[in-house]
């Protein structure tokens, strides 16, 4: 085959040696624009993982980048006039020129045509050639020529960066934070060879402007950042490189990615690789990483097909199959990573100490867990929670330290023995809002079961406040007494404390159990012996579009659900409950004064957020001012309707401050289910950003809740601090005794069962020591 690679970066250059190794028979030339040896840009990373890839194809070439590469384990962080370090990282770093030098050297052995100083046009100058790689980098010609094949997306990030160099040495991947009159800066700092490390400093645009940085040339941006970063710098200079550095030599990072990969201009198969079909932002540093791999498995899949140009279709079939998957999977993570730096100087750099910053800067990806720290680095994890136990109640004396999921919560007078929480569950299976056996067997069951709070369901303040005749009410005396048999019981048996939501259906009441009728949020039929009641809302507007239209309420239906509320609130005290949580989420009545897309009144409580909320705070007063001032309320919304034009996250920051001013303790943080228009972004832990946000933005307590399903992802969130608390919903009906067996499960000996069930706690940690002795043995340590 006659082979063309148009970009001599890493990604072509590796593709064409790799190419030949595979047959000597095929002709390949790459193309680049530069000289060799001339490059921009001072070093790069890689993992240790990416090397080892490499010495499966070429081992030739991943000796080269072992002699030349400095590898280090360890991360260090400079923030705040602390200096904290931990190890197990593994990273790899080269100068990208010696790396290119390598590559070149390595393709000229194998007989790969190098012509340098060829500015290629477009892919069309190669007609005689069965392919073309299109490795010309994140600006690809050849991509651009044809948007409409290979529909690119490309998002261009709000931060600006500049990539500079320094012959200051540094023996870890380093992080320096420096705070300005106009906002936080940050720098990347790694060494890549015997004399230079990479410094990269990025900051907000806001910031980059408030210091007139548009305007400064590349010596004077230079100087900024040396004067910026003296206290580390100790007097070594920064460095341009100054081909690589253009206007004003700061830079926004554009995320690329394309629908299509490859195709056939007419005259030879075209196909992407490397930056020109997705970049990964530096701050995970793999965009040499994913370089690599494309064209290690466009290789392997010539291999596998067969190298002939019949082939070709296939193989690049194949090609963008298998790469695309890791790559969306790597780029989410690039993606997370890039959003924390890019709002730390916002949320988390004024607010979190030094320990807990660094445990949530080593965490931004989401790909490292509590546990995978723990793998990395036992004695800094260990610390770390040291730390973080002493910071939340955990006396020093304590003979066993809890990691953060088993601290104790304490809010006014009440405390959890840990950090977990039943999240509410509607049960359907109240008659006439009446609680029974069934609930005090199912909650009773959930509180033996080690979380330090359980939720009841949804109790509606009044009938037509239930979403279903199966829903608990309290709007009578009786109500509350069969309740408070359940309090009693969990409080007797069980050390867990328990916590009532109260809610009101608004316009999604009057429905099918889950299993009758069409399901969930589905009017009741008609001529069932259990009738539909009329509902209201802040709008006349129904849920599903053919579900019942409800009323918009007057002022004298929210004096009469107010009250209601106020007496269904007296009650809950009454009937022992030690936490309140007042329902404002998920599209019921609260919440449908809350949303735009529910509330269109032109009253004093419609139109802008303030005079949305303003119903939704006035119960909210009403019902804190009749429930006991030393038991603790938490609010639930949903953070983002997941609808264009609905509640965004920092809608949702605004609702918190709101809910904080009015005297709530902690947000619980849900989204969604407000409109049935909505597209979430369903995947672990997926609210939790919106926790975060909030409590670091509205200087509040969260809960963070959704597809949290392990201890690792309670415990990571916790030692980050994106919440106080998390609630598990799903899991828990799987399994009642979910906290004791995650504590089982990690190996946490020091939580307490109810005494009947303790022989039974042996067996299962047992169990799981041997499980966790079975994966050490296999991983080899
Ligand atoms: C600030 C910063 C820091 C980074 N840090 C890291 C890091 O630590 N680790 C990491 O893995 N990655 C890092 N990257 C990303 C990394 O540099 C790229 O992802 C990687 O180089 C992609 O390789 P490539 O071969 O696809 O493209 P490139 O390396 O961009 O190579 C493309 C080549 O094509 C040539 N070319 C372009 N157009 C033409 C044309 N028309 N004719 C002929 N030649 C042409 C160019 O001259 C260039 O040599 C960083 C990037 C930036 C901006
Ligand atoms: C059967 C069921 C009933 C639910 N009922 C309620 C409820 O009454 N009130 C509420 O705020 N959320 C309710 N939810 C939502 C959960 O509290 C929780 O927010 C959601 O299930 C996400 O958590 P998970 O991924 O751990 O299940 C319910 C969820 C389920 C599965």
């Known amino acids: 085959m006659k082979i063309v690679c148009i970009g001599g970066g890493p990604a072509g250059l590796y593709f064409a040696l790799l190419m030949k190794k595979l047959g000597a028979h095929h002709d390949i030339t790459v193309v680049e624009r530069n000289k060799p040896y001339d490059t921009f840009g001072w070093g790069v990373v890689f993992s240790d993982q990416t090397l080892d890839n490499m010495r499966q194809w070429d081992p030739e070439t991943a000796a080269e980048v072992q002699q030349a590469f400095n590898h280090w ?82 998002v261009t990030r709000p931060n600006r960066y500049i990539w500079l160099g320094t012959k200051k040495l540094y023996d870890a991947f380093t992080f320096l934070f420096e705070k300005t009159e106009h906002g936080w800066f940050q720098a990347h700092v790694y060494k890549f060879d015997e004399h230079t490390s990479t410094f990269i400093v990025e900051c907000p645009e806001r910031v980059w402007l408030a210091h007139g940085l548009d305007q400064a040339d590349p010596q004077q941006s230079i100087e900024f950042c040396e004067q910026l970063f003296a206290k580390n710098l100790q007097g070594e200079k920064l460095m341009t ?68 140009s019949e082939h070709i279709p296939e193989v690049l079939r194949q090609y963008q199959a298998v790469r695309e998957i890791d790559v969306i999977r790597l780029q989410n993570a690039a993606w997370n990573a890039m959003e924390w730096f890019e709002v730390c100087g916002e949320r988390y750099c004024d607010q979190l100490e030094p320990e807990q910053f660094m445990y949530s800067m080593l965490t931004r990806s989401q790909r490292i867990s509590h546990e995978n720290l723990r793998l990395r680095d036992k004695a800094w994890l260990e610390g770390y929670e040291a730390w973080y136990a002493a910071r939340h109640g955990v006396p020093a004396t304590a003979k066993v330290l809890p990691p953060p999921m088993f601290t104790p919560y304490t809010l006014r007078s009440v405390t959890l023995k840990n950090r977990v929480v039943v999240s509410p569950m509607a049960q359907y299976s109240a008659q006439d809002g009446h609680v029974g056996d069934y609930h005090l067997v199912h909650l009773g069951a959930r509180a033996m079961g080690g979380a330090g709070l359980v939720m009841v369901e949804m109790t509606a303040p009044s009938a037509d406040g239930r979403i279903t005749h199966g829903c608990p009410g309290l709007w009578n005396e009786a109500q509350a007494q069969d309740f408070r048999r359940i309090t009693e019981w969990v409080h007797t048996h069980s050390d867990a404390k328990i916590g009532l939501q109260i809610g009101h259906a608004g316009p999604k009441g009057s429905t099918c159990r889950p299993w009758q009728g069409a399901g969930m949020d589905e009017a009741l039929p008609a001529g069932e012996a259990e009738a539909n009641w009329p509902l209201i809302a802040a709008s006349a507007q129904p849920y599903l579009s053919h579900g019942q239209v409800p009323r918009a309420m007057t002022r004298a239906d929210m004096d009469r659900v107010r009250d209601d509320f106020v007496a269904a609130t007296r009650r809950a005290a009454q ?106 972004s369903y995947g672990r832990m997926y609210q939790t950003p919106f926790a975060d946000r909030i409590r670091q933005e509205a200087g509040i307590a969260t809960i963070a809740v959704g597809a949290i399903s392990e201890a690792d992802h309670v415990n990571s969130i916790l030692a980050a601090g994106r919440a106080d608390l998390c609630a598990v919903a799903r899991p828990h009906l799987a399994n009642p005794a979910w906290t004791l067996t995650e504590a089982a499960r990690i190996g946490y000996t020091a939580l307490a069962w109810p005494r009947p069930y303790v022989s039974g706690k042996s067996q299962l940690e047992a169990g799981f020591a041997r499980e966790r002795a079975l994966q050490t043995a296999t991983r080899g340590d």
């Not at 996250?649 to 609702?655: F, G, L, S, T």
């Open 241 to 308: 490189n100054a081909r690589h550095l253009r206007g004003s030599a700061w830079l926004n990072f554009q995320r690329v990615k394309c629908a299509h990969w490859w195709h056939h201009n007419g005259h030879s198969h075209v196909v992407l690789m490397g930056d020109a079909v997705h970049t990964a932002h530096f701050a995970i540093g793999s965009g040499t990483k994913l370089a690599l791999e494309d064209a290690i498995e466009l290789v392997r899949q010539f291999k596998r097909v067969g190298d002939r």
């Open 73 to 154: 384990d360890d991360i260090e962080l400079h923030f705040k006039d602390r200096v904290i370090r931990s190890g197990g990282h593994g990273f790899v770093g080269i100068g990208r020129k010696k790396l290119l030098n390598i590559l070149q050297a390595r393709c000229e052995q194998l007989g790969v045509q190098l012509v340098f100083e060829q500015d290629a046009d477009s892919d069309l100058d190669y007609p005689d050639a069965d392919l073309i790689i299109a490795s010309d980098g994140i600006n690809s010609k050849v991509r651009n020529r044809t948007p409409e094949v290979f529909q690119p997306d490309i």
């Open 575 to 680: 009937a022992g409950f030690d936490w309140l949580e007042l329902h404002c989420a998920h599209g019921y009545l609260l919440s449908s004064f809350i949303s735009p897309l529910t509330n269109h009144r032109d009253d004093d409580y419609g139109g802008t957020l303030d005079k949305r909320l303003r119903y939704p705070l006035e119960v909210f007063a009403a019902v804190r001012a009749a429930w006991p001032e030393h038991l603790p309320m938490s609010v639930r919304i949903s953070a983002h309707d997941w609808v264009e034009g609905g509640i965004t996250p920092a809608d949702a920051v605004e609702i918190a401050r709101a809910f904080k001013a009015a005297g709530a303790d902690m947000i619980d943080c849900s989204s969604g289910q407000v409109s049935a228009q909505q597209k979430p």
